[in-house]
């Protein structure tokens, strides 16, 4: 019982003595109003005939104005004791005589009223006019007193009280007794309903009372109770097949073959829902037919009898299992009412129920499930559901067996694949994304490539130191320029137009061994870690055939890689050699070894992968992939010895040059155009333009430079207007609101035969991809080089 809550008994019990008070209150009520109202009226018609009597016989006094007369007619109030005063007046409004007489004036009014009766809190006052025939006399003045009124009042009060007090003990009597009555029965099913509740046995019912409407509240509660057993029983039913659903689901789920997923099932069936024979059917859709697959080891027994072997051939023309072949769950209660072979086979056997379900996958029937018991009408509604739910689980874990296998030889064949596959992938979106960044990272070098060879080529005075300094820049600005370029085309064949040179690896070795000199030989020293780099040149190297920036690149990577390996310093070696060849030609190779870090055998087989890395955040997993597309590209070879703890020996092995490789093309040098011409540059880089106007005005060339599109178009329309034709335009591809391509077609527009240069990161892309826009006379890739910018003037002023 909750503390706030309050029993039906005391409740019961306020009922009733709340009803009992108010009709008691009602009533005296009603009484006590009666009689006020009646007391009043009744007041009123005693003193008004007193007064009519007093009245009439004191005309004749005030006809003769005789007082004594007046006094002597007043005397007659003496008769009712409620009468307190009284006084007759003449028609002048005089007192002319009163009562009681020794009564002083002032408790009078000074004048008459006007005729009749009105109530005061304690008193009842009148005026009586005092008149013979139609001529007024005088006027009578009577007041009473109300203490009749009061001592009934009280009489009644104490009578009220008197009644209260009986009632109660009779009303506590009459609700003891109703309580009985009306509470027994609530109390009885109550008891019940905690019966129910604390022992959850729902077999318990209420008595009927004999009173009809509880008899009628206790049948609907038994009722209920009925109902609720009912579905109790069906609840745990359907609880237990739904966990036999579950260890069924679970258990074929760890099997992979078909028999033994069907006997998993059919050894469940049997055991726990449970039945008497359980068999599986596989159906042959071709020959119409049924074949006996798998049989329950406790069905044997009517197996034997029923004549059932695996294997076994059941035709489905004649049977009966027709409609469970087209996809419908068929329950039988009696087979021996079924006139089919099939059915009339099992009922022989001593069954006489039976459900068939179809195992369905793709909207197919593959097969049957056959459930049988031995009583008729023995699967309940239920269980047929069960079956069927089953049928569908055990439907898609035999379509998983089935596609097992050939899942199993598909993902060997293409874990076998795999490998190349993502690394070519991976390598493709490495190209893409490069091509993206190239237009930046060529804008970002075209002024450093465009001053430095400015400066080699217009200095004699230049120092060796000098000179040598500003050749390694703009060989590391080319190999940059290249290696965006080159970046989109990871392990792409080696096209046959691609033009090789002789490069001498000894002193390839020495330019990237100068150029890495700070990451192997400063910042460890910064960090108190001493790598001893030591280069083994072989005399007499053959030349190979290659593209020397490429090979410079990858020894670089390589050099980089073998210090990142040494974390607390070792020995870092590149040595060069030559092998004679397996197909008689001789060899070239490059190794790079380290003491350091090593790799395991996972490790190394994955090294190659782009973006794989065991740097964490530092490393990018693009090092010794570029190394390896490099190395397809020069159709050499790549070998990686590695021992964890012990460190790494990378080597490249390439072909010997011989008289049969392809000729070097030589870089020609060509002269300044002897024309000077008016050049207008567009762009929205001010370094780009800065350079190539300095670079160009030192030709000789008088420039007009713009930043932006719409700038160029606008500087080029004045220069019109003025009658100052340029010669030619040379544009950037890529700004912002008005780009390359408008402006070279506003060019042509307002002159046709202006030549227009585009001037683009994007370059290469373009020409590989036959992709020039109209209105463009010539492409040229960033960086610019001074030799491509007066070769493509020279073209287009000749």
């Given at each position: 019982?909750?503390p706030?809550?309050i029993p ?7 009922m ?13 009520t009603?009484?006590f109003?009666?009689e006020v109202?009646?007391f ?14 007093i ?15 007046g006094?002597?007619v007043?005397a007659?109030?003496?008769a009712?004791?409620h009468?307190?005063?009284a ?10 005589a009163t009562?009681?007489h020794?009564l002083a ?29 139609s001529r007024?006399?005088g006027?009578l003045f009577v007041k009473?007193?109300?203490?009749a009124?009061?001592?009934r009042i009280?009489?009644?009060?104490l009578i009220?009280?008197?009644?209260i007090?009986?009632s109660?003990p ?6 003891r007794?109703?309580q009985h009555q009306l509470?027994?029965p609530?109390l009885?099913l109550?008891e ?6 604390e022992?959850?046995d729902?077999t318990?019912?209420a ?13 609907t509660?038994?009722?209920m109770l009925?109902?609720?057993?009912q579905s109790?029983?069906?609840l745990?039913a359907q609880l ?14 760890e099997?992979?073959d078909?028999?033994s997923?069907?006997?998993?099932v ?5 055991e ?5 024979f359980?068999?599986f059917l596989?159906h042959?859709?071709?020959a119409?037919s049924?074949?006996v697959?798998?049989i329950?080891?406790?069905s ?5 009898k029923?004549?059932?072997t695996?294997r ?9 299992l027709?409609r469970c072949v087209a996809g419908?769950?068929?329950y039988?209660?009696d087979?021996l009412?079924?006139?089919?072979p099939?059915?009339q086979?099992?009922g022989a056997?001593g ?6 379900s179809p195992?369905i ?11 049988a018991?031995?009583e008729p009408e023995?699967f ?11 049928s569908?689980h055990v439907?898609?874990?035999s379509?998983q067996?089935?596609?097992y296998g050939?899942?199993q ?7 076998l694949?795999q ?6 992938e991976?390598?493709r ?5 490069a091509?993206g ?5 060529n804008?970002?070098?075209s002024?450093?490539s465009?001053?430095?060879e ?9 120092s060796?130191?000098a000179?040598g ?9 080319e ?20 033009t090789?040179e002789?490069?001498?690896l000894?002193?390839?070795v ?7 000199k700070p ?9 108190g ?19 020397e ?5 990858a020894?670089?990577n390589l050099i980089?890689n073998?210090v990142d ?11 060069t ?7 008689g030609?001789d060899r ?8 350091g ?5 996972d490790?190394?087989?994955?090294c190659l992968?782009p973006?794989?890395t065991t ?5 990018t ?16 070879e790549?070998?990686?010895e590695?021992?964890?703890g ?6 490249l ?12 093309t ?8 002897g024309r000077?011409?008016?050049i207008?540059?567009v762009?929205?880089?001010?370094l780009l ?19 932006g599109g719409q700038a ?6 004045a220069?019109q207007k003025r009658?100052?034709?340029l010669?030619i335009?040379?544009?950037d ?31 290469q ?10 209105h463009?006379?010539?492409v ?5 080089r001074l030799n491509e910018l ?9």
């Amino acid at each position: 019982m909750a503390p706030s809550s309050i029993p039906i008994r005391r409740t019961l019990m306020r009922m009733i003595f709340l009803s009992s008070g108010a009709v008691l209150a009602v009533t005296t009520t009603a009484f006590f109003a009666y009689e006020v109202l009646t007391f009043r009226q009744s007041s009123v018609q005693q003193l008004q005939i007193l007064s009519q009597a007093i009245a009439s016989n004191s005309t004749a006094a005030l006809a003769f104005d005789n007082a004594d007369d007046g006094a002597a007619v007043m005397a007659a109030f003496r008769a009712d004791p409620h009468i307190v005063a009284a006084a007759l007046y003449d028609a002048r409004g005089k007192v002319f005589a009163t009562y009681p007489h020794e009564l002083a004036a002032a408790s009078f009014p000074a004048q008459p009223g006007t005729p009749g009766y009105t109530f005061g809190r304690t008193e009842l006052i009148g005026f009586q006019a005092v008149a013979e025939g139609s001529r007024r006399l005088g006027t009578l003045f009577v007041k009473s007193d109300l203490s009749a009124m009061y001592a009934r009042i009280e009489l009644y009060t104490l009578i009220v009280l008197l009644v209260i007090v009986i009632s109660l003990p009779l009303t506590y009597l009459i609700s003891r007794r109703l309580q009985h009555q009306l509470l027994h029965p609530i109390l009885a099913l109550a008891e019940t309903t905690r019966a129910v509740s604390e022992r959850h046995d729902y077999t318990v019912r209420a008595e009927r009372t004999g009173a009809y409407e509880f008899d009628l509240f206790t049948d609907t509660f038994n009722h209920m109770l009925t109902q609720i057993q009912q579905s109790e029983a069906k609840l745990r039913a359907q609880l237990g097949r739904l966990g036999l659903l579950q260890h069924i689901t679970r258990a074929t789920g760890e099997r992979q073959d078909l028999p033994s997923i069907f006997q998993v099932v059919l050894g469940s069936l049997e055991e726990n829902l449970p039945i008497d024979f359980g068999c599986f059917l596989l159906h042959d859709a071709a020959a119409q037919s049924l074949t006996v697959d798998v049989i329950g080891v406790a069905s044997r027994q009517f197996a034997d009898k029923l004549g059932f072997t695996e294997r076994m051939n059941v035709p489905l023309d004649a049977n009966g299992l027709s409609r469970c072949v087209a996809g419908q769950v068929v329950y039988e209660p009696d087979v021996l009412q079924v006139p089919f072979p099939f059915p009339q086979r099992l009922g022989a056997a001593g069954l006489r129920s039976v459900v068939t379900s179809p195992l369905i996958v793709e909207n197919q029937v593959f097969g049957v499930l056959v459930c049988a018991r031995r009583e008729p009408e023995a699967f309940s509604s239920g269980e047929c559901e069960f079956l069927k739910q089953l049928s569908e689980h055990v439907a898609l874990a035999s379509h998983q067996s089935r596609l097992y296998g050939a899942l199993q030889q598909a993902y060997d064949d293409l874990r076998l694949s795999q490998h190349t596959v993502m690394q070519q992938e991976r390598l493709r979106a490495l190209g893409q994304m490069a091509s993206g960044i190239a237009h930046d990272i060529n804008n970002a070098i075209s002024p450093v490539s465009l001053y430095t060879e400015s400066l080699l080529e217009r200095e004699p005075n230049l120092s060796e130191r000098a000179r040598g300094y500003l050749t390694t820049i703009q060989r590391a600005i080319e190999d940059v320029a290249r290696t965006v370029a080159r970046m989109r085309e990871f392990y792409r064949e080696r096209e046959a137009q691609l033009t090789l040179e002789r490069v001498d690896l000894n002193r390839a070795v020495r330019q990237v061994v100068e150029l890495t000199k700070p990451r192997w030989g400063d910042l460890p020293q910064q960090r108190g870690v001493m790598i001893d780099l030591r280069t083994e040149p072989a005399d007499a190297l053959p030349d190979i055939m290659g593209a020397e920036h490429e090979i410079r690149d990858a020894l670089t990577n390589l050099i980089f890689n073998a210090v990142d390996a040494m974390p607390t310093g070792g020995t870092l070696t590149v040595r060069t050699r030559s092998v004679a060849g397996g197909d008689g030609g001789d060899r070239v190779l490059v190794d790079v070894s380290d003491t350091g870090i090593g790799m395991d055998e996972d490790t190394r087989r994955r090294c190659l992968e782009p973006f794989f890395t065991t740097k964490g955040e530092r490393g990018t997993g693009l090092g010794l992939a570029m190394v390896y597309g490099m190395i397809q590209r020069h159709s050499a070879e790549l070998e990686i010895e590695s021992t964890a703890g012990k460190g790494t020996t990378v080597s490249l092995n390439f072909p010997a040059y011989t008289s049969s490789a392809v000729s070097t093309t030589r870089v020609i040098k060509l002269p300044v155009l002897g024309r000077r011409l008016r050049i207008l540059l567009v762009d929205d880089d001010p370094l780009l333009i800065k350079s190539l106007q300095d670079t160009l005005q030192e030709d000789g060339h008088q420039i007009t430079a713009t930043h932006g599109g719409q700038a160029g178009i606008d500087a080029f329309a004045a220069a019109q207007k003025r009658g100052e034709n340029l010669d030619i335009v040379i544009t950037d591809l890529g700004m912002p609101y008005v780009d390359g391509r408008k402006v070279a077609q506003s060019i042509k527009t307002m002159s046709a035969k202006t030549p227009v240069i585009l001037l683009t990161g994007w370059g290469q892309r373009l020409m590989a991809a036959n992709d020039i826009p109209p209105h463009v006379d010539k492409v040229l890739s960033k960086p610019p080089r001074l030799n491509e910018l007066r070769a493509a003037l020279s073209e287009l002023m000749t």
